[in-house]
């Protein structure tokens, strides 16, 4: 499969502990994005990456909330301190740099108890 | 701000049309149309770029009107596999930027 995968596909954690996601894009994609998007609403941009650089983080993203992409292949979202309020989908997409179209994985699915 | 999609919801027949708006209050570079079926990732379905033309294979289309800083989606003759929930997607750049998504039609298609 050359798509874009996400891994865990669900997670269920209490409030208060620290969730770390991992994303694998698509191969020579240097582009990647990380989006959450919550029941019935679009997806939100977090922060994206161009190969291992990150350029642009949501100011919505509060401190708990880290990202990185080391070798400008995979990334990690790491949320520290989980909030009820981070119970979402999240959400990764890859592209090229010459790509207008993001392909997105199928998410993983937090819920904080 | 978050683009507006118009209608919120809407509900057809197989074989009858449909139109999804969005609507922009900033100046817009591209219009990307997504589509979402439940508990999937969104698909890309096209993109509509300042100054292009419109978009479109055989029965999905698009047009996107800079000046209004709005795009329409246009399905003819919908099929079963039509229905999910499409958003739009809007760029201040070429689309390889960050994406902000509108508030989303759900688009249902009943035999």
């Known amino acids: 499969d050359t798509g874009v995968s996400q891994n865990p596909r669900h997670k269920i954690t209490k409030r208060g502990q620290n969730v770390t996601f991992r994303c694998d894009p698509i191969s020579e994609h240097n582009r990647l994005y990380w989006y959450r998007q919550t029941l019935g609403q679009g997806p939100e941009f977090l922060t994206y990456f161009q190969n291992e650089a990150q350029l642009e983080k949501s100011r919505l993203l509060s401190d708990r909330f880290s990202a990185e992409r080391p070798k400008g292949s995979f990334s990690t979202l790491e949320i520290q301190r989980t909030e009820q309020g981070d119970s979402a989908m999240y959400l990764c997409?890859?592209?090229?740099?010459?790509?207008?179209?993001?392909?997105f994985g199928p998410g993983t699915r937090l819920t904080v108890t | 701000q978050q683009p507006v999609q118009s209608p919120q919801a809407v509900i057809l027949r197989e074989g009858e049309d449909a139109v999804i708006n969005c609507s922009s209050s900033?100046?817009?570079?591209?219009v990307h149309w997504y589509r979402q079926k439940h508990g999937e990732a969104p698909v890309f379905l096209m993109i509509?770029?300042?100054?292009?033309e419109q978009k479109g294979h055989e029965k999905i289309s698009a047009s996107f009107n800079e000046k209004k800083q709005q795009s329409s989606l246009y399905l003819t003759a919908s099929q079963l596999s039509y229905s999910g929930t499409y958003f739009c997607?809007?760029?201040?750049?070429?689309?390889?930027?960050?994406?902000?998504f509108g508030t989303g039609t759900r688009l249902t298609i009943i035999p």
């Open positions: 509509l770029l300042k100054g292009g």
């Open positions: 997607g809007t760029s201040k750049g070429f689309g390889n930027e960050k994406l902000t």
């Open positions: 900033k100046a817009l570079y591209s």
């Open positions: 997409a890859s592209t090229t740099g010459r790509s207008y179209e993001q392909y």
